[in-house]
């Protein structure tokens, strides 16, 4: 029963670790993302994946504002 617990336990705090960010555009979109956007310096482009799992790209230039949910 411990094990259980403790495995419930694991999984919980794991599920909590991924963080859902919304990307504000200057055209208007919003964006929601599984995880923080990274910039890719190299290019001027951020990556990220979206909440269908798919690994996306957006111009720096476009981006307004990146929140936290």
Known sequence: MKKLILT???LLSLAGCS???IIATTDGQLITTDGKPKL???TGMYRFE????????IQKSTVKQILER
């Open 8 to 10: 419930a336990c694991c």
């Open 19 to 21: 963080s859902e960010y």
């Open 40 to 42: 890719d310096e190299d």
């Open 50 to 57: 979206d909440s269908q799992g798919r690994d996306q790209q």
